[in-house]
């Protein structure tokens, strides 16, 4: 291993699951990195971090504090099926879960609590954060890269690393051309706290599937999804499309869950889209990771996993390599496959699902993808 790293100056746009897992990664190779966010206030409701993901979270030093603040799985987040009765159905093979060493299948965990574990480690690794700030010009020169921020500061760095998201900025500067594809589906997500009796799992129903897991102390996550055009959904329609979806179902747990569903309730409606950027994801200093490289729907539950995935090569790269040249053809030569599989075969259940395919079927979709997935990054 090099005694320096490729590069010393790094700047990473975008404080998500990405950007702050690759300020991580990129301190322990020896790199000052910088982060700028536009937003402070993280989004979401849950996240299922299986396979390899959970091999990247104790690579980067974040299984510890995940474990502890989540709900840990030692298998896999697909264990349980059920009807739409609430009648468990028979799992589809699965490959088993990669773990070893003590480690668990899967880690589940509010996505508030993910984003406060990344950002105090990469404070503590001594990464440089800076919210409410992003980049506004990119000016590349076979050196380094100017760059100029929102509030009219500038900075020089040897690596510009875009973790930016699917809606990314940074991927406009080098693939002009290049936008998310909308699924046509509109995700639907909620969270249920003080859940005295939680029945998790995933259950099949006339029009698709609704998923409910579990977070701690007895939080229940739910999520599904629905056909809906591209549109502003309000907190009211968003209930009311939940509303919906869970009336299809009568499972006791289920009708439980439903009755919760009153008009105060914070429904989170956001829609489906996916981009798989073709190869090379850099245009000479200037590299896109996570969701701005590959963005998908959480039919395979590996959206995250990915973004740490990126995260822990991109620093082993930087880490080891002569150049910077280098560091970014082996990442993205050690991502393609793995991404590629994710993204093509989340779409792929959602479409299945869509045309309402059964769980065995679907199952099989799945298991040959984390089968795949099962080998090291």
């Not at 959970?54 to 030692?74: F, P, Q, T, W």
């Not at 590959?294 to 390599?321: C, F, K, N």
Request: include cysteine.
């Amino acid at each position: 291993m090099n005694v320096r790293p490729a590069v010393d100056d790094i700047l990473i746009i975008g404080g998500g699951i990405a950007g702050l897992a690759a300020a991580v990664a990129l301190r322990a190779a020896g790199a000052a990195v910088d982060v700028v966010e536009r937003d402070d206030r993280p989004e979401g409701a849950s996240i299922g971090l299986t396979g390899r993901a959970v091999d990247g979270l104790d690579e980067l030093g974040l299984l510890e504090d995940c474990a502890a603040r989540g709900n840990v799985l030692h298998g896999t987040v697909f264990d349980h099926m059920y009807d739409a009765e609430g009648t468990p159905l028979p799992v589809p093979p699965m490959p088993p879960p990669p773990g070893g060493n003590g480690r668990p299948g899967a880690v589940v965990i509010h996505r508030a609590e993910l984003a406060d574990i990344l950002r105090t480690h990469a404070l503590r690794a001594g990464a440089r954060l800076r919210t409410r700030t992003t980049v506004t010009t990119l000016e590349r020169h076979p050196t380094h890269v100017n760059v100029t921020f929102t509030d009219g500061s500038e900075g020089v760095y040897g690596l510009v690393v875009g973790a930016d998201g699917v809606g990314s900025w940074t991927r406009g500067q080098i693939h002009e051309d290049l936008e998310p594809q909308y699924t046509g589906h509109m995700s639907l997500r909620w969270l249920v706290p003080d859940v005295s009796d939680s029945r998790p799992g995933f259950y099949h129903g006339p029009q698709g599937t609704v998923i409910f897991g579990l977070l701690p102390p007895r939080t229940v996550y739910v999520s599904t999804g629905c056909d809906h055009p591209r549109t502003h959904v309000g907190d009211e329609e968003a209930r009311e499309m939940l509303r919906a979806r869970l009336a299809q179902y009568s499972a006791p747990f289920v009708r439980e869950i439903a009755e919760r569903l009153t008009d105060d309730a914070i429904v989170l409606a956001r829609p489906y889209e996916w981009i798989l950027v073709p190869q090379p994801w850099h245009r000479g200093r200037v590299t896109l990771i996570g969701d701005a490289a590959h963005a998908t729907t959480a039919h395979l539950s590996s959206g995250g996993g990915m973004a740490l995935e990126d995260a822990a090569v991109l620093g082993q790269e930087i880490a080891r390599a002569a150049t910077v040249a280098e560091a970014l053809d082996r990442f993205a030569a050690r991502r393609a496959d793995r991404v590629r599989n994710v993204v093509e075969t989340s779409v792929e259940l959602m479409r299945m699902e869509r045309e309402h395919a059964g769980p065995r079927a679907m199952g099989k979709v799945r298991g040959e993808a984390l089968g795949a997935l099962s080998a090291p990054y």
